[in-house]
């Protein structure tokens, strides 16, 4: 949005802190209704008014507040709106001032050892202190109530109601008095937030004044948090003890009305830490609010703009309103956050390097990184240094072939070798999944005392685990697989030395959430995430046709001018007519010279270099 950003008129406010709230896209109307300018003992005035703040007997603030306020003379910019039910000005507001003051954290060591991490905080905004945080409602004129009406499509209502409220101020003055209408519309209308309530108008909720007031400034009703937590607080005693569930504030409640719309709009942070609390305040708030029978939305956006008033001043409304169209409903909210993998590391290599450390106290270490990026490699680098510490390796994956291969690439035995000569399995084995259980042959115990301090490798995971709950091969043994897997995961967390590495091209959050519940308990982790994308080689063309005739006529004209192919179908059996039986003798009748390479539920569990390879890579 932009805005002239020539000098102010508003002699209440600074031309440094208006321009501030201008570039946050926020309209000069609700700049010059909400915000002034504060500096001297002001600030103290409009902070310091609960009865509960220790005074002096002279009134004066005891010594210790005015060392820790000292900050406040040197001026900033103080907010505060209005009581939604009646329009009154609200006593609570912030102030954020030119010259914040910081404090020291200490966060603990940072999981590689070593000393205590101590971190500077700047305290941005300051609220009065002694009184419960309040929600914010923004004071608008009628121009800006007009377009948050008209944008919920009750324009002509607020427009006759606006016209009455203009012909009601109007006989309260002198025919040569009286203002025109244009003028009235610039005026505040205390009567907006009130109507808001009255006609179960959608709502937003954010965090911060200026981005409701960015919000106000195009046609979206707005509430401003003070923090991502503020809006449904957990009741808790003198003591910090928790008493009772998460509630709506009183503010908002007002709102928790049937079928009212209303959109959760927080800021879209890069780090980690952030990011995992925005989701569980936005799922508690939103909770809460569709309990009520409200219909709850929630906006996100990929571009790299971290509050929603950046978004608008960079991106500007239309862009805002393409993200506000495609807002998600809170189910869709949980589910995405329940797939999408919030990770501790972003790296973005063709190979993933030697030198990629993690912390020493993981137990769970996860890559997600795409085909032929090296995440084997590095699993073997890791493999090496452990079994040189004589710490027994298990490799469990879904398919036999690629439990034969890696055991191979990784020097240790495969399942059958350990089966077949007692000396074999001194460094662990490689096995599929199918055969964790104490009737196959060799029997696996996760009790037993060789699997102590042991280190877990589950590559591909993803594929793993859909084998492990769904695999036809799984389903005679599968309570006994899930019972001895949960034993093994639960052994190696507890142990002082084992960890548990899991690798995929698909890994997501699903199935980390599941190896923690069978471990039964959130066990320190390090995910890494390589955004590195191979540039593609292949074209693919999709055919909808119900006759494949046409598909294979026309990839006899590619092999024939030299190109490779690759065919998915989901067939396997003679009978099938465009299975891969039948496509690889109908090809090599047609090529007797070309290499044919079919992989299908025989040929995985046959020996072959060639199927090898493309299984590992």
């Known amino acids: 949005m932009k805005e002239n950003k020539g000098k102010q008129q508003h002699q209440h406010i600074t031309t440094a802190h208006y321009q501030e709230w201008l570039d946050s896209a926020v309209a000069p109307a609700i700049i010059a209704n909400n915000v002034k300018s504060l500096s001297g003992n002001t600030p103290y005035e409009y902070l310091f008014y609960s009865d509960d703040i220790k005074r002096l007997n002279t009134g004066r603030l005891t010594s210790s507040d005015l060392k820790k306020y000292s900050h406040l003379p040197f001026g900033g910019w103080w907010v505060n709106g209005v009581n939604p039910l009646t329009g009154d000005e609200q006593l609570w507001g912030q102030f954020k001032c030119d010259t914040p003051r910081v404090i020291v954290e200490v966060k603990g060591d940072n999981g590689f050892g070593g000393k205590p991490v101590t971190k500077e ?29 008209r944008k919920a499509g009750l324009g002509k209502e607020y427009a006759e109601y606006a016209y009455h409220q203009y012909k009601k101020s109007s006989k309260k003055l002198n025919n040569l008095d009286r203002i025109k209408l244009l003028d009235f519309m610039e005026t505040e209308d205390k009567g907006f937030w009130p109507l808001v309530i009255d006609l179960n108008l959608p709502i937003c909720i954010t965090e911060g004044a200026k981005k409701a007031g960015a919000l106000l400034s195009i046609g979206i009703a707005a509430i401003s948090l003070a923090g991502i937590w503020n809006g449904c607080p957990i009741p808790k005693d003198a003591l910090g003890n928790q008493i009772g569930l998460p509630r709506l504030i009183p503010q908002l409640d007002l709102f928790a009305t049937k079928d009212r719309e209303i959109s959760i709009c927080f800021d879209q942070d890069t780090l980690l830490k952030t990011r995992i609390n925005v989701k569980k305040a936005t799922e508690r708030l939103g909770g809460l609010f569709n309990r009520a029978g409200c219909q709850v939305k929630i906006l996100t956006w990929d571009a790299p703009e971290k509050g929603v008033d950046d978004l608008i001043q960079s991106k500007g409304q239309d862009y805002f309103e393409s993200v506000y169209e495609s807002r998600l409903s809170l189910a869709e909210y949980k589910i995405q956050g329940f797939l999408n993998l919030i990770p501790d590391l972003t790296i973005n290599e063709r190979y993933i390097p030697e030198s990629l450390q993690y912390p020493q106290n993981a137990k769970l270490i996860g890559v997600r990184s795409l085909h032929g990026t090296g995440k084997t490699e590095w699993l073997a680098k890791k493999i090496a240094y452990y079994l040189a510490n004589h710490q027994k390796v298990i490799i469990i994956v879904h398919r036999e072939q690629l439990a034969r291969e890696l055991a191979r690439r990784f020097g240790i035995d495969y399942r059958t070798e350990v089966k ?44 793993v685990l859909w084998h492990l709950l769904n695999g036809g091969t799984c389903q005679k043994n599968r309570v006994r697989i899930l019972k001895t897997f949960k034993q093994l995961l639960q052994r190696v967390a507890q142990s002082k030395e084992g960890k548990i590495f899991i690798a995929d091209a698909d890994l997501c959050s699903i199935s980390i959430n599941y190896l923690e519940q069978l471990i039964g308990y959130k066990v320190p982790k390090f995910i890494v995430n390589n955004s590195y994308v191979p540039k593609a080689e292949r074209l693919l063309y999709r055919f909808l046709k119900k006759d494949p005739g046409e598909l294979i006529s026309h990839l006899e004209n590619n092999i024939k001018k030299g190109h490779k192919v690759i065919i998915h179908t989901d067939g396997q059996k003679y009978q099938s007519t465009w299975g891969t039986r039948t496509l690889e003798s109908y090809f090599k009748r047609k090529f007797p010279s070309l290499k044919i390479l079919r992989i299908d539920r025989k040929t995985v569990t046959q020996k072959n270099e060639m199927l090898l390879a493309v299984l590992i890579n």
């Not at 004071?139 to 800006?144: A, D, H, P, S």
């Open 121 to 149: 905080k700047i305290i941005k905004y300051e609220a009065p202190p002694k009184v419960p945080t309040e929600a914010m409602f923004l004071r608008v004129t009628y121009r800006i109530g007009l377009n948050v009406f």
């Open 420 to 463: 077949d000569n007692q000396c074999f399995g001194q460094f662990g084995y490689a096995l599929c999944i199918d055969s964790l259980h104490p009737k196959a042959k060799p029997a696996f115990d996760p009790e037993a005392k060789q699997w102590e301090d042991a280190v877990v490798i589950i590559d591909e995971v993803e594929q």
